[in-house]
C-alpha cells in the first residue's frame, strides 16, 4: 500500500512563497505521474498542476501558470510544488496524488490512484 505524506504547508502574507513536498512510502514514486489539487472552503477540490514520471511533461491550471511549478526528485521519492506570489484566493488543504499510468499528466481526480492528507496553506496579511 502506498502512503503519500504532503508538507511544508504554512501561513503566509500575499506575495510570499512556500514549496510543498509528497514524499512517498511503500513504492517508488518513478512510475507514476504526481498531481496536486487544492480544496478551498466551501468549494469543490480543483487540480493545480502534474507531471509525468520522467518529469517531461507537466500541465498547470491556468490561475497558477507562471506563480506555481511542480517538480519531481524521483531519487528521493517525492514531489514537489513551489508556490510564489501567493494570494489570499489560494488559501486551501493542498493534497498530492498519484496515477499509475505515469505518462500522462491528467486533472481529472478520478485517474488519480492514492491521495496524501493533505496540508492546510493560508495566505493572510
Known amino acids: 500500500q502506498v502512503q503519500l505524506v504532503e508538507s511544508g504547508g504554512g501561513l503566509v502574507q500575499p506575495g510570499g512563497s512556500l514549496r510543498l513536498s509528497c514524499a512517498a512510502s511503500?513504492?517508488?514514486?518513478?512510475?507514476?505521474?504526481i498531481g496536486w489539487f487544492r480544496q478551498a472552503p466551501g468549494k469543490e477540490r480543483e487540480f493545480i498542476a502534474s507531471?509525468?514520471?520522467?518529469?517531461?511533461?507537466?500541465y498547470y491550471t491556468d490561475s497558477v501558470k507562471g506563480r506555481f511549478t511542480i517538480s519531481r526528485d524521483n531519487a528521493k521519492n517525492t514531489g514537489y510544488l513551489q508556490m510564489n506570489n501567493l494570494k489570499p484566493e489560494d488559501t486551501a488543504v493542498y493534497y498530492c496524488?498519484?496515477?499509475?499510468?505515469?505518462?500522462?499528466?491528467?486533472?481529472?481526480?478520478?485517474?488519480?490512484?492514492?491521495w496524501g492528507q493533505g496540508t492546510q496553506v493560508t495566505v493572510s496579511s
Open positions: 511503500g513504492r517508488t514514486l518513478s512510475s507514476y505521474t
Open positions: 507531471i509525468n514520471r520522467s518529469g517531461g511533461s507537466t
Open positions: 496524488a498519484i496515477d499509475r499510468i505515469g505518462t500522462r499528466t491528467t486533472q481529472k481526480e478520478n485517474l488519480y490512484d492514492y
